[in-house]
């Protein structure tokens, strides 16, 4: 096989998409499409990698440097102006030829916006290439609504003769389904002649790559075309429908593969997981979970439904019930957590906690084996291990100001319904009676407890009822209701 250089075309606005934000840019399973481009033309790619960036650019530029981890090495150009597919091409000409020469002798260029792409069809185009020794080749499909792509023409021995693009089709062209995907293997010697030659003569007055193909069938070079039958990976995105078109095809693929390493997903339909989330085999995921971003579920792992776990961290044997949100959290292994929870940015939560319905942690530690069942707001607070947290329990972290630190050393028990008001630190060992608002530290194994005494006034509950049905009985033969009123607050002075 000879050497391969790429070109991935991302410099177009994308029109169609009606979006403050460049085409490339819109997400499909949590990763903009560019990644996809380029994650697979860095896999194909023996030598350069040239990124052309226009519309957007500094954004475009910004997220494939903070991806640069998984894209590396590759070459941003850009195109100022957007002047068509084949002037994008031109500009990557510094990075594809050294010294006018070609660094690898083919080019392997592709359109930014067919993210479902695979490897396995950019190789298949690869050997096709090699073995029909063309200088151009393309890949095809065959569609039943061609509308908005490039036909292809073929000739009486269903050669290829040109692509005429949508806009500039006659009717006989537009009844044509076969259509070009965006995908081409080109020697880079006639890629970089030809584009040199490209004239803007058609409806967008744009310079087309495409026409590279008709100058080589006029040169009497080889033109191949490789056809695809599957035609959700050539989908071509331009608008928010081909979008979701592409949102539903990625989603489908992400867990058929999860399947097939050994997870088990009640509904794959119902089970939305981006692109880098990692699980571990023998987790259940129920229908109706997103897992998102670059989140990480160890083994044996069970997540109920409506749950939603971002940038998150799960070991093993992590169990998740019905309707929680994590984002940035990390919970370490047999930890319980749900239904109803919300686990904020640098929440940990350690081997064995227990989180229960309707509590809420932000920039949290819970110690192992520690629980907050029921109720409660968590935040700035560092609680160690085999802590009980009472149901209503509140840090109050924050003055209208800035935020403050709450400290529960091992072994403490806080009672139900409790306010800490931090900055504050419950020493080891230490009870917090129920109702109580904490406003100073806590030694190790004190008891702290602030309320107010209690009173129990004998026999007023009766007196209070005995009125009322006084009140209710005289309301039918009297109904001034100020005599009634007069009673009642005489009740209130002296019995509340
Ligand atoms: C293009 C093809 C068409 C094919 C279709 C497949 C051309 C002329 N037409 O049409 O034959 O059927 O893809 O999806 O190539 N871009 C730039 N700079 C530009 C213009 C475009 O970088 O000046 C980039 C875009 O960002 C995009 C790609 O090139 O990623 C294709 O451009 P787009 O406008 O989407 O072309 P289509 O009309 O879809
Ligand atoms: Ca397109």
């Not at 990698?49 to 590759?74: C, K, M, S």
Request: charged share 20%; proline share 3%.
């Amino acid at each position: 096989m000879s050497s391969v250089s790429a070109v991935i075309m991302a410099a177009g606005q994308g029109t169609r998409m009606k979006s403050a934000i460049p085409k490339v840019l819109h997400p499909v399973a949590g990763k903009p499409m560019v990644w996809y481009m380029s994650a697979l033309a860095r896999r194909i790619a023996d030598s350069a990698v040239a990124i052309v960036v226009g519309h957007g650019a500094e954004q475009v530029r910004d997220y494939l440097h903070q991806e640069e981890a998984t894209l590396a090495p590759f070459f941003v150009v850009e195109q100022t102006q957007q002047l068509g597919t084949g002037h994008a091409v031109q500009q990557a000409q510094s990075v594809v030829l050294s010294d006018k020469e070609p660094v690898a002798d083919h080019c392997l260029i592709l359109n930014g916006d067919t993210p479902l792409l695979t490897e396995a069809t950019v190789r298949a185009l690869l050997d096709y290439h090699d073995s029909s020794q063309a200088t151009v080749t393309i890949l095809t499909t065959i569609l039943e609504h061609p509308q908005g792509y490039g036909r292809v023409v073929r000739g009486a021995e269903s050669q290829v003769l040109n692509i005429v693009e949508d806009r500039d089709a006659s009717e006989s062209e537009k009844s044509i389904q076969e259509v070009n995907v965006g995908t081409y293997i080109v020697n880079t010697n006639f890629l970089f002649e030809s584009l040199e030659t490209l004239k803007p003569q058609n409806v967008q007055g744009e310079y087309y790559l495409t026409d590279i193909i008709g100058m080589a069938v006029s040169q009497k070079l080889r033109v191949s075309a490789l056809v695809t039958t599957d035609t959700n990976e050539t989908i071509g995105i331009n608008n928010r429908e081909h979008l979701a078109l592409a949102e539903q095809e990625m989603r489908k693929r992400v867990c058929r593969i999860w399947m097939q390493n050994g997870v088990t997903l009640l509904d794959p339909n119902r089970t939305s997981i981006d692109a880098d989330v990692v699980i571990g085999r023998d987790s259940v995921l129920y229908p109706d979970v997103r897992l998102e971003g670059r989140t990480t579920i160890g083994e044996d792992c069970v997540v109920r439904s409506h749950t939603r776990i971002t940038n998150s961290i799960l070991g093993d044997r992590v169990q998740v019930l019905e309707c929680c949100v994590f984002n940035e959290a990390e919970i370490d292994q047999e930890v319980n957590i749900g239904p109803f929870a919300h686990l904020r940015p640098g929440v940990k939560i350690r081997a064995r906690a227990k989180v229960g319905n309707f509590v809420e942690l932000k920039q949290a530690e819970l110690g192992e084996g520690s629980k907050a069942n029921h109720l409660s707001y968590l935040g700035n607070t560092i609680i160690g291990r085999n802590v009980n947290i009472g149901a209503g329990t509140i840090t109050c972290n924050y003055d209208g100001y800035r935020k403050a630190q709450t400290v529960i050393e091992d072994e403490v028990f806080i009672g139900s319904d409790t306010q800490l008001i931090a900055p504050i630190r419950v020493g080891r060992g230490a009870i917090i009676a129920a109702g109580t608002t904490l406003t100073q530290d806590v030694p190790p194994e004190a008891l702290g407890i602030s309320r107010p005494v209690q009173l129990n006034k004998e026999g007023a509950a009766k007196r209070k009822r005995d009125s009322r049905n006084r009140r209710s009985s005289d309301s039918t033969s009297n109904v001034s209701g100020q005599n009634n009123q007069a009673e009642d607050s005489s009740f209130h002075k002296d019995e509340l």
